[in-house]
């Protein structure tokens, strides 16, 4: 086996590129394998990767004239919307204003192209240059076993060999499934589908529009009517002369409620006069659906490691969505560089047994991922309840409507006006409830 | 004075329309600028020929009528084209695009040295050479081209202008074919004719054009009547040609033909950009195709969501009952 | 026998894209083989099948175009030529050709392999420009190319049929991608591309290119279209009333 690579990593996506950052900056012989005609081909995303991880990949990446990125966030906003009106917790600060930058708007097949030709470059300046690849436009099929640990890969006729296996497939992580790590079927409450369009506008009516500055951007999510009753959110985010909006469904919900289109749902949703206003004019370009996890921590695979094999981003359910925010990519590159940090810990110790690579489930037990994970599962159920995509929003709307209106009529008290909304739309028993969960946020 | 020369292609013992569209054309610059327009016949019966080009307009016709000039062959048919344009000089030679212009086109910029813009949609004269306008990234958008120097080579898409009659007492120049056959290099051993109508795909004001919709037998014989009752010429996308049901000449699209007819009839094509490429110009788009999304419909100004072989047999129906006389 | 192949880079023209301030930008921003060079290449390929050879690619282009060559060479080729050029230079099919020109008349091939035409601006020049400069004998959109003693015999699609061409060697032929099917590279041809050579040359054009693109348009604009469902017969009825009465195309 003289073409066995330290390293093999299956999914050419942000987890599987920043694993494989890694593991050139750490001189590793390795292969990525990316099934897509290149990579970022397929893959969606609302997307706004959060956090300041990405400098450390690619230092100073927002100074290249050809960033792979859109803009960053400085722009913040939480929408509650009822069928006409919307209220919304705003965010807007000089402080989000620096480098590196703590949250940028991507679009996918951009950026993955861009970060993997990041990756080509550190291969280039690594000591295997000419002996770790990336490489497209292939499927891996299976995983290769020997005596229960996983030794390789097989893609089509061709095989190959590693100490160990990355595994970054993605939401749809069959060969983790392959190996037992993860049930072969995963229950409809704990995965949702996401849609979303992509939304041309001419650059300068984009930025007069959203009140942008160079490179500064808005993220805006919402909840309520954006989903019509079905569990979820809707999301909108400004690229550099496009919008990407879109909504993320439970899968559940859906079909209980008898399997409305996610695509009318997302339809109707630019429909809203709030959401409307800020499209008007512009020209739909793509439109992409993909299944999301839902973050709940009950999904997630049985471990994330096993003799010879490591499974990051959301190929191990790593995803957190809290409501003001999905993290799926800044968890997938967290989770990505850490597996590699392991397997180039594992490598000078030549142990790629379990009880080796262990070490990466105790860097992400450590990590703010699985903390967060852990700490905001009420976050996650919390969401999840009917309240908050229902009750809450029409109870916000319903009070801005009357705070906001003056009429010639005697103004009544803002406290009278909620007690209102509340009766109207939920119960003050359920809001102390909601209430009770909520402190724990 | 300066001078616009136009090649004139000969298919079937005629003047190819295209050509004419591109002589129209080059007239009503000449007649704009003070230039002379002239064109340029190769073909054994040449001579006779010339009296459609001074129909169209030409001032003199420059012509070689030797037997070998009968089919294309890029060699000879270079050569015969060198020796013209020394000969006459003109600042400008104008195409109608075609395979064998595309065949040809890139040796004869080199070897008379000149500018060249290949396939345009338009083009114009300007200070010091031609502006023209190019579709390019698969017709996706327009390029404004400018070619300058002392000669510029435009081949022209077909459709793009007018034939207008517009007779003239025209000069024939004959010139001497002096290629020398013993030189060549490559021989054409046959030619396949595709068995597949007359009616030359770029030359006709209905399109019928069949996609891999088209499944079979079956459904190519209702395409074909649907042809024969509009008196259409038959096209096809790439998926169909390789299926092996429709020959490669049928093909319109970004490799294959370009066409503009009045009407073009979309039959089970899907409307992937390299077909549409060939195809968007048309004046009237129907599209037939049992999938209501498909990228097709963006195009058609009707569009029918149905299955081709439910919709065709009625619809070849409807035709005649409105067709006077619908050729057999 | 040794077969030289023209590959060049061009932007993924499936990508959507736009003018921004009269440059085109493509959305992905990414740069592929033009689809009609990987059918040379495939061509080439087929050729060697069961005969002793070698491929030599030769490319014009900028820095990132060695990914096309990688790309090129993973499907199989064995070498490569890279003239190097700054990323902004200016050049058309004229330029190019003589650049090319001047560098493969330093090379001898049997074969010489062009795309038909660019897939980016249609083109289609190159290939008989590099033929009057090498004075080779060629044929042009080739659907099939076969080899027969000494003989090169290619199938070009012409305008009314398909011309069976014989040509001596060296001679040049620009392929359809109506040729074949590009084969996907394997692993272990993306592996082995990394160690095959790639002789980069620099080269500045020294002359301005006779033609230059002036700016970019839209498509003049089509005015929308409708789209009917129903039942066959009432379909077919509708649209043979607009044809005749609105669009008055049936006559
Ligand atoms: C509509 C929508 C909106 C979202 N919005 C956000 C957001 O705003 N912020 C955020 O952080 N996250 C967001 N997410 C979630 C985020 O997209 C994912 O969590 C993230 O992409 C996970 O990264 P990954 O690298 O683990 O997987 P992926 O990005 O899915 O990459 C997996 C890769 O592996 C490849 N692959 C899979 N199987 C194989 C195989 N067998 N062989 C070879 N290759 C294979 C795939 O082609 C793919 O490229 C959103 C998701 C959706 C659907
Ligand atoms: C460099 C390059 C150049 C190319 N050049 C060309 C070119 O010149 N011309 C060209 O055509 N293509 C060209 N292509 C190929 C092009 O990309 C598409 O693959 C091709 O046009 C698809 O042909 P299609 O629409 O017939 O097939 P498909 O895309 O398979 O579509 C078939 C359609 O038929 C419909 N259908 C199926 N059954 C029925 C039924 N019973 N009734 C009604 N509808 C039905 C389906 O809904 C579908 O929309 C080129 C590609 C490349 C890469
Ligand atoms: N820069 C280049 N480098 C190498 N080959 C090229 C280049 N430009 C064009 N060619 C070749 O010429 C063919 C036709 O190009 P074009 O004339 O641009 O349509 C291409 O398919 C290539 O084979």
Same mark, same amino acid.
């Given at each position: 086996m003289e073409d066995k690579f330290d390293c093999i990593i299956v999914g050419g996506g942000i987890a599987g590129l920043s694993a494989a950052m890694?593991?050139?900056?750490?001189?590793?012989?390795?292969?990525?394998?990316?099934?897509?005609?290149?990579?970022?081909?397929?893959?969606?995303?609302?997307?706004?990767?959060?956090?300041?991880?990405?400098?450390?990949?690619?230092?100073?990446?927002?100074?290249?004239?050809?960033?792979?990125?859109?803009?960053?966030?400085?722009?913040?906003?939480?929408?509650?919307?009822?069928?006409?009106?919307?209220?919304?917790?705003?965010?807007?600060?000089?402080?989000?204003?620096?480098?590196?930058?703590?949250?940028?708007?991507?679009?996918?097949?951009?950026?993955d192209n861009w970060l993997a030709s990041k990756v080509e470059a550190a291969i280039e300046a690594s000591a295997f240059a000419d002996e770790s690849f990336l490489v497209p436009d292939v499927l891996v099929e299976e995983l290769l076993l020997e005596s229960g640990a996983v030794v390789g890969i097989r893609?089509?006729?061709?095989?190959?060999?590693?100490?160990?296996?990355?595994?970054?497939?993605?939401?749809?992580?069959?060969?983790?499934?392959?190996?037992?790590?993860?049930?072969?079927?995963?229950?409809?409450?704990?995965?949702?589908?996401?849609?979303?369009?992509?939304?041309?506008?001419?650059?300068?009516?984009?930025?007069?529009?959203?009140?942008?500055?160079?490179?500064?951007?808005?993220?805006?999510?919402?909840?309520?009517?954006a989903s019509q009753g079905v569990e979820g959110g809707g999301f909108l985010y400004t690229n550099l002369d496009t919008v990407s909006v879109g909504l993320v469904l439970g899968m559940k919900?859906?079909?209980?409620?008898?399997?409305?289109?996610?695509?009318?749902?997302?339809?109707?949703?630019?429909?809203?006069?709030?959401?409307?206003?800020?499209?008007?004019?512009?020209?739909?370009?793509?439109?992409?659906?993909?299944?999301?996890?839902?973050?709940?921590?009950?999904?997630?695979?049985?471990?994330?490691?096993?003799?010879?094999?490591?499974?990051?981003?959301?190929?191990?359910?790593?995803?957190?969505?809290?409501?003001?925010?999905?993290?799926?990519?800044?968890?997938?590159m967290h989770s990505g560089i850490l597996a590699a940090e392991a397997v180039a810990a594992a490598k000078q110790d030549e142990d790629f047994s379990a009880a080796s690579l262990k070490r990466y489930r105790d860097a992400l037990d450590a990590s703010y991922l699985m903390q967060d994970m852990r700490g905001f599962q009420d976050a996650v159920h919390l969401l999840h309840s009917p309240a908050m995509f229902q009750a809450v929003p029409n109870l916000f709307c319903d009070f801005g409507r009357q705070f906001f209106t003056i009429?010639?009529?005697?103004?009544?008290?803002?406290?009278?006006?909620?007690?209102?909304?509340?009766?109207?739309?939920?119960s003050f028993l359920e809001m102390m409830k909601l209430g009770f969960k909520a402190r724990k946020l | 004075m300066s001078k616009i020369l136009t090649y004139l292609a000969v298919q079937d013992g005629k003047i190819k329309r295209a050509s004419l569209e591109v002589l129209s054309h080059c007239r009503a610059l000449a007649q704009e600028h003070g230039?002379?327009?002239?064109?340029?016949?190769?073909?054994?019966?040449?001579?006779?020929?010339?009296?459609?080009?001074?129909?169209?307009?030409a001032e003199t016709v420059y012509y070689m009528d030797h037997p070998q000039l009968q089919a294309h062959l890029n060699a000879p048919f270079l050569a015969a084209l060198h020796a013209v344009i020394t000969h006459a000089n003109p600042h400008v030679v104008a195409f109608a695009s075609s395979e064998a212009v595309k065949d040809m086109l890139g040796a004869l910029a080199v070897r008379t040295q000149a500018a060249v813009l290949s396939d345009v949609a338009s083009f114009h004269i300007i200070a010091g050479g031609v502006e023209a306008k190019r579709p390019v990234m698969a017709s996706k958008l327009i390029a404004r081209t400018q070619a300058q120097g002392a000669r510029v080579l435009v081949s022209v898409r077909a459709g793009a202008y007018t034939a207008e009659e517009a007779p003239t007492e025209a000069a024939l120049v004959p010139l001497p074919f002096t290629f020398d056959v013993d030189t060549l290099k490559q021989q054409v051993r046959e030619?396949?004719?595709?068995?597949?109508?007359?009616?030359?795909?770029?030359?006709?004001?209905?399109?019928?054009?069949?996609?891999?919709?088209?499944?079979?037998?079956?459904?190519?014989?209702?395409?074909?009547?649907?042809?024969?009752?509009?008196?259409?010429?038959?096209?096809?996308?790439?998926?169909?040609?390789?299926?092996?049901?429709?020959?490669?000449?049928?093909?319109?699209?970004?490799?294959?033909?370009?066409?503009?007819?009045?009407?073009?009839?979309?039959?089970?094509?899907?409307?992937?950009i390299q077909h549409v490429a060939g195809m968007q110009n048309s004046r009237v788009i129907v599209a037939i195709n049992k999938d209501g999304d498909a990228p097709i419909f963006n195009y058609a100004t009707y569009g029918l969501v149905g299955d081709l072989y439910a919709v065709l047999p009625p619809l070849i129906n409807e035709i005649k009952q409105v067709l006077p006389t619908t050729p057999e | 026998m040794k077969i030289a192949v023209c590959i060049k880079q061009v932007p993924d023209i499936t990508a959507p894209l736009h003018i921004q301030n009269g440059a085109l930008v493509f959305d992905t921003n990414r740069m592929v083989l033009n689809a009609y060079d990987a059918s040379a290449v495939e061509a080439a390929l087929v050729l060697l099948e069961n005969r002793e050879g070698s491929i030599h690619l030769f490319l014009l282009g900028p820095d990132r175009a060695k990914e096309t060559i990688r790309k090129a060479l993973a499907m199989g080729a064995h070498e490569a030529t890279h003239l190097l050029v700054p990323d902004d230079a200016a050049l058309d099919a004229y330029l190019s050709a003589s650049l090319l020109a001047e560098q493969l008349k330093q090379h001898t091939f049997d074969i010489l392999l062009c795309g038909k035409q660019s897939q980016d601006t249609d083109a289609g020049l190159t290939g008989t420009m590099l033929a009057e400069h090498l004075a080779l004998p060629y044929a042009t959109n080739a659907v099939?190319?076969?080899?027969?003693?000494?003989?090169?015999?290619?199938?070009?699609?012409?305008?009314?049929?398909?011309?069976?061409?014989?040509?001596?060697?060296?001679?040049?032929?620009?392929?359809?991608?109506?040729?074949?099917?590009?084969?996907i590279p394997s692993i272990k041809g993306i592996m082995q591309s990394?160690?095959?050579? %790639?002789?980069?040359?620099?080269?500045? +054009?020294?002359? /301005? =290119?006779?033609? &230059? %693109?002036?700016?970019?348009?839209?498509? +003049?604009?089509? /005015? =929308?279209?409708? &789209?009917?469902?129903?039942?066959?017969?009432?379909?077919?009825r509708r649209l043979v009333h607009h044809l005749n009465d609105e669009a008055r195309v049936l006559s």
């Open positions: 890694v593991c050139a900056q750490n001189n590793l012989r390795f292969l990525l394998v990316e099934r897509g005609e290149f990579c970022g081909a397929k893959n969606v995303s609302g997307g706004v990767l959060w956090g300041t991880e990405l400098a450390r990949l690619v230092p100073d990446y927002w100074k290249a004239p050809d960033a792979g990125f859109e803009r960053f966030i400085r722009h913040r906003r939480l929408t509650f919307m009822d069928e006409q009106s919307a209220f919304s917790l705003d965010f807007k600060s000089d402080h989000f204003d620096q480098p590196p930058y703590a949250g940028i708007t991507v679009l996918r097949a951009k950026f893609a089509g006729e061709e095989t190959f060999y590693a100490d160990c296996v990355i595994l970054a497939e993605g939401v749809n992580n069959l060969l983790t499934r392959q190996i037992g790590l993860q049930p072969e079927y995963v229950p409809a409450d704990y995965v949702a589908v996401g849609v979303k369009e992509v939304i041309r506008f001419d650059q300068k009516v984009l930025e007069d529009r959203f009140q942008l500055q160079d490179r500064s951007g808005l993220s805006n999510e919402f909840v309520g009517f919900d859906l079909r209980e409620k008898g399997g409305p289109k996610p695509y009318d749902l997302l339809d109707t949703f630019k429909r809203h006069p709030a959401v409307a206003d800020m499209l008007r004019g512009g020209e739909s370009l793509e439109y992409a659906a993909h299944v999301v996890s839902t973050g709940d921590i009950r999904a997630l695979p049985k471990e994330v490691y096993a003799d010879g094999v490591l499974v990051t981003g959301e190929a191990a359910g790593l995803l957190l969505n809290s409501g003001k925010a999905i993290q799926g990519m800044d968890y997938a009429d010639n009529a005697p103004t009544r008290k803002a406290s009278a006006m909620l007690k209102d909304s509340i009766r109207k739309h939920s | 230039w002379t327009v002239e064109s340029v016949l190769l073909h054994p019966d040449a001579r006779s020929l010339a009296t459609t080009a001074q129909q169209y307009g030619v396949v004719q595709d068995a597949l109508g007359t009616l030359d795909l770029s030359e006709t004001q209905v399109v019928v054009a069949a996609g891999r919709g088209v499944k079979d037998e079956a459904g190519k014989a209702l395409v074909t009547q649907l042809a024969d009752t509009l008196g259409a010429a038959i096209g096809a996308s790439r998926a169909v040609v390789e299926s092996g049901l429709f020959p490669a000449s049928a093909q319109v699209g970004q490799t294959g033909k370009v066409v503009s007819p009045d009407l073009y009839i979309a039959v089970g094509i899907s409307g992937a | 099939g190319l076969t080899l027969e003693d000494d003989l090169v015999v290619a199938t070009r699609q012409g305008d009314a049929g398909q011309e069976i061409m014989a040509l001596e060697t060296p001679c040049l032929v620009t392929c359809s991608n109506d040729m074949n099917n590009p084969r990394k160690r095959k050579p %790639v002789q980069t040359i620099s080269v500045t +054009p020294d002359a /301005t =290119p006779s033609t &230059q %693109v002036m700016g970019y348009e839209p498509l +003049p604009e089509r /005015t =929308p279209g409708v &789209q009917w469902e129903g039942e066959p017969l009432e379909l077919a």
